[in-house]
């Protein structure tokens, strides 16, 4: 579902990122592995083969499966909530399939690293988003959102196949996914609390 933030096609910016983040890991290690308390319970799994990267998510929301699906399919507004991402909107949408384009910034320490994709996303209401990539700074994406019933909870699973536009290092490149991956689905967590809390009043 969300845009690849590590399909950079200029190889020394790739060179750069390794080793600053090298560096932070190295000076403090505390800092970078840590996450906030609040997003401590969403678990993140990535795998690095080669070129091909897996991304697997799962994380639990105290809300409906149709106010989850509200927040993770509002492309348009996007941008207001997910911290990284500045530009998100709809290209075209016909039924339940959607063109979207996104641009943004992915950030970690000192790292700053540009993403964009132009993805063809399936909605299944309210059981799963299908999301390809079309064209952007990856080489693949493939990516599957589910959304399932946990009595008044709602559990996310995701997973992602990618080819990044470089060669990522195994460690420093899983760390760095597994960091933007938590924040961004944490944010959009938030949201969906934010919302929840409004209709509640």
């Known amino acids: 579902?969300?845009?690849g933030f590590f399909g950079c096609t200029n190889l020394h910016t790739m060179k750069k990122m390794t080793l600053l983040l090298l560096v932070s890991l190295t000076l403090n290690p505390a800092w970078s592995l840590a996450d906030p308390q609040h997003d401590s319970d969403i678990v993140v799994k990535v795998q690095v083969d080669g070129e091909?990267?897996?991304v697997d998510l799962n994380m639990q929301?105290?809300?409906g499966r149709e106010l989850v699906w509200a927040v993770l399919t509002d492309f348009s507004h996007m941008a207001g909530f997910v911290s990284n991402v500045r530009e998100s909107r709809v290209i075209s949408?016909?039924?339940?399939?959607?063109?979207?384009?996104q641009r943004g910034t992915a950030k970690y320490g000192p790292l700053d690293f540009p993403f964009e994709s132009t993805r063809e996303i399936r909605l299944a209401?309210?059981?799963?988003?299908?999301?390809r990539l079309i064209s952007g700074n990856m080489r693949k994406m493939q990516g599957l959102t589910q959304l399932l019933d946990n009595g008044s909870a709602t559990q996310v699973v995701y997973h992602a196949d990618s080819i990044p536009g470089v060669w990522i290092p195994p460690f420093v490149g899983k760390t760095f996914i597994a960091h933007e991956m938590r924040e961004q689905f944490q944010q959009m967590r938030d949201e969906i609390m934010r919302r929840k809390q409004r209709l509640a009043k």
């Open 52 to 54: 091909n990267v897996s």
């Open 1 to 3: 579902m969300r845009a």
């Open 93 to 101: 949408s016909q039924g339940d399939v959607l063109i979207i384009s």
């Open 125 to 131: 209401p309210w059981d799963s988003i299908q999301s």
């Open 61 to 63: 929301v105290e809300a």
